[in-house]
């Protein structure tokens, strides 16, 4: 008998595992391509004027553009049984941050997903036509340094023993660091400032100080820990990429309920966004530096024989000079072709509707306060101490000239 339920049970599983499924929506999040550095370290030979070619800090490179131009073909390849080929703006919405990286890899992608073909050639010398990618609102894009709760536990996490032992482990980069750069204040959270020049120095064959030479991967590890630690926290990865997960469900729910048809949803944004939606969803063991153009692809699938929907997740990473490597994952706590209830469960605690609410100091906000009503009372108590004695010794004081006065005379 136990047998039996034992074969039956194994008998749905494979069922329920090889159940055939569709796609029905894609929402892509990805980080721009290749770029200049955001910055760099104060004593710097390559300062921002050296990529003026490029426009200067923080542009898209022609091979981050390349990056994302063959990741939309890959796409195109993938999906060619569920995308249709031609552009229309009832089936695709393309939302960026407000960057020029952001901005140009969204439409290196589309570029290359949607070519024109037959009636939507507008001019035969052009083998590309416009799409529109909007600017994504603050509901969607947390800037983390406007978010006052973030700050409070980034201020928690470097109390950790986790990352005061790391700090400590990393202090003859950060020494020697803080001696060279120009920047005096580098711990392990703020050495990206160095790292992120850098690499892309590297990446350009740039020759590089030799202390850089010297702890060159060290400093390059400091940027994966740092990821760590920014998201240490899931409250700090909800911040940040809460508003996206809100997003994506609002879609999934729109497609479902009024059969759209939407097929694509693109985000174009920044390693920040898919590191912690990565965290968020605990799709990895081990959370690093998202590289250019990576990026967290969802797809909304349904059953073929049934009304059962499903929620497949990917981790696009590939490295510059690498083939696209895409990965099946899971959401933790769920299968990989994970049933829509499920997902909805699982994700219900990690959206963020409100910023401005969620965005509130939860800690010192008392204490401060109370720190600034004692530090009144405190005050009140010693000036009206000092305002007494000094009375006292004046009253007594004018006492004495008095008797004495009035003796003399
Ligand atoms: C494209 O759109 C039409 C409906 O407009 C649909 O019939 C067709 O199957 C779609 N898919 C592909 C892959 O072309
Ligand atoms: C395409 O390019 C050719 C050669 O430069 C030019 O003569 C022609 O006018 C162009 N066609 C359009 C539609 O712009
Ligand atoms: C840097 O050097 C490598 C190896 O010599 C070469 O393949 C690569 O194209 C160079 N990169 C740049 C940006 O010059
Ligand atoms: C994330 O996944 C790891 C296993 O990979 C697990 O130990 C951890 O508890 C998970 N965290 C959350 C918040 O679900
Ligand atoms: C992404 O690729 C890099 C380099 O190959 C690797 O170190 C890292 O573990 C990969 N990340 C994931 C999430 O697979």
Not at 50 to 57: A, E, R, T, V
Not at 210 to 228: A, C, P, R
Not at 336 to 352: A, G, H
Request: glycine share 4%; with cysteine.
């Amino acid at each position: 008998m136990k047998k039996l339920g034992v074969l039956i049970f194994v008998c749905l599983l494979t069922e329920i595992l090889a159940e055939e499924t569709g796609v029905e929506l894609l929402q892509i999040v990805f980080r721009h391509g290749a770029r200049t550095p955001v910055v760099t370290y104060p004593n710097d030979k390559y300062q921002e004027s050296y990529w003026k070619n490029y426009g200067g800090f923080g542009q898209l490179t022609p091979t981050g553009m390349q990056q994302h131009y063959e990741f939309g073909q890959f796409m195109r390849q993938r999906y060619s049984d569920f995308l249709n080929e031609s552009y229309n703006r009832e089936r695709v919405f393309a939302i960026s941050t407000d960057f020029d990286r952001t901005l140009m890899s969204a439409y290196s992608f589309l570029a290359s997903l949607y070519k024109p073909e037959g009636e939507q050639i507008w001019n035969k010398n052009v083998s590309w036509q416009p799409i529109p990618v909007h600017i994504g609102d603050s509901k969607v894009f947390l800037v983390q340094e406007n978010c006052p709760r973030y700050q409070e536990l980034t201020s928690e996490v470097v109390k950790t023993p986790e990352f005061v032992e790391l700090n400590n482990k990393y202090k003859p980069v950060l020494d020697i660091a803080n001696k060279e750069s120009g920047f005096t204040d580098l711990d392990l959270l703020k050495l990206w400032k160095v790292a992120d020049a850098v690499t892309i120095e590297k990446m350009f064959n740039l020759s590089l100080p030799d202390w850089v030479n010297k702890y060159y991967n060290e400093i390059k590890k400091s940027q994966d820990l740092g990821f760590n630690f920014d998201y240490f926290y899931t409250e700090m990865a909800k911040l940040a990429a809460g508003g996206i997960v809100n997003e994506m469900r609002k879609n999934i729910e729109k497609k479902i309920q009024t059969n759209s048809a939407q097929q694509l949803f693109l985000i174009s944004s920044h390693d920040t966004y898919v590191a912690s939606l990565t965290k968020l969803l605990n799709l990895t063991s081990h959370l690093k530096q998202p590289p250019f153009a990576s990026s967290v692809i969802l797809e909304l699938r349904k059953s073929k024989t049934s009304s059962q929907y499903y929620v497949q997740v990917y981790l696009k990473n590939n490295t510059l000079d690498e083939m696209i490597d895409f990965k099946e994952v899971n959401i933790y706590g769920c299968e990989k072709l994970c049933p829509l209830e499920d997902f909805m469960r699982i994700t219900d605690s990690m959206v963020i509707t409100d910023y401005a609410k969620e965005c509130v100091k939860k800690n010192t906000k008392i204490n401060l306060y109370n720190l600034t009503f004692i530090s009144a009372v405190v005050f009140a108590l010693v000036i009206s101490f000092v305002v007494s004695v000094f009375s006292i010794i004046s009253c007594r004081y004018s006492l004495k000239r008095f008797q004495y006065r009035q003796g003399d005379l």
